[in-house]
């Protein structure tokens, strides 16, 4: 990649590449333990989380502030007809890469929910997956790079 324009600064994060997926370590809210991410370049939202990741999250909010509900939408181009559960928050969740160097990149994930589906998804892999980010994560970056064979994700970001 050519180098950042002037002003602009970087940071890069080791990503996991595990069938053909990108997985990010992350820190939500104020949660302290690294946690995985699945970025999925053809989602259009900007985050969804974890059932559990968002039942735990939502405990320490007010009982006001998140409702669970069945939806009866398919979530994705996989999925099925039908419904799931979701719990829908009225605030935002923070979401901070878990790098070494660089900036720190931290962004709200807001709108947000937490999906059944997503345990679903985890049971494909040997871990718990706590979040899946979509596009609108990568659009805050003026550049972005991946780069498959040394697996970092690079992000191009403007002085503010």
Same mark, same amino acid.
């Given at each position: 990649? #050519?180098?950042?324009?002037? &002003? +602009?600064?970087?940071?890069? $994060? #080791?990503?996991?590449?595990?069938?053909?997926? /990108?997985?990010? @370590? *992350?820190?939500?809210?104020?949660?302290?333990? *690294?946690?995985?991410?699945?970025?999925?370049?053809? %989602?259009? #939202?900007?985050? =969804?989380?974890?059932?559990?990741?968002?039942?735990?999250?939502?405990?320490?909010?007010? $009982?006001?502030?998140?409702?669970? *509900? +069945?939806? @009866?939408?398919?979530?994705? *181009? &996989?999925?099925?007809? &039908?419904?799931?559960?979701?719990?829908?928050?009225?605030? !935002?969740?923070?979401?901070?890469? %878990?790098?070494?160097?660089?900036? @720190?990149?931290?962004?709200?994930?807001? @709108? =947000?929910? &937490?999906? !059944? /589906?997503?345990?679903?998804?985890?049971?494909?892999?040997?871990?718990?997956?706590?979040?899946? $980010?979509?596009?609108?994560?990568? %659009?805050?970056?003026?550049? $972005?790079? =991946?780069?498959?064979?040394?697996? =970092?994700?690079?992000?191009?970001?403007?002085?503010?």
């Amino acid at each position: 990649a #050519p180098p950042p324009l002037e &002003g +602009d600064m970087t940071t890069s $994060v #080791p990503f996991h590449l595990f069938q053909g997926y /990108i997985f990010l @370590p *992350v820190l939500l809210g104020d949660r302290t333990r *690294v946690e995985w991410a699945m970025l999925d370049t053809g %989602a259009a #939202p900007l985050g =969804i989380l974890s059932l559990i990741t968002a039942r735990e999250l939502a405990r320490k909010e007010n $009982v006001d502030s998140y409702k669970e *509900v +069945d939806l @009866p939408l398919p979530l994705g *181009v &996989g999925s099925k007809n &039908g419904t799931f559960r979701a719990l829908l928050f009225a605030f !935002s969740i923070d979401l901070t890469l %878990a790098h070494p160097q660089g900036i @720190p990149f931290l962004m709200e994930l807001d @709108p =947000i929910l &937490g999906a !059944s /589906i997503m345990e679903d998804l985890s049971q494909d892999f040997d871990f718990q997956l706590s979040a899946l $980010v979509g596009m609108p994560f990568l %659009a805050h970056a003026r550049r $972005v790079t =991946i780069d498959y064979p040394h697996q =970092i994700l690079t992000l191009e970001l403007a002085n503010q």
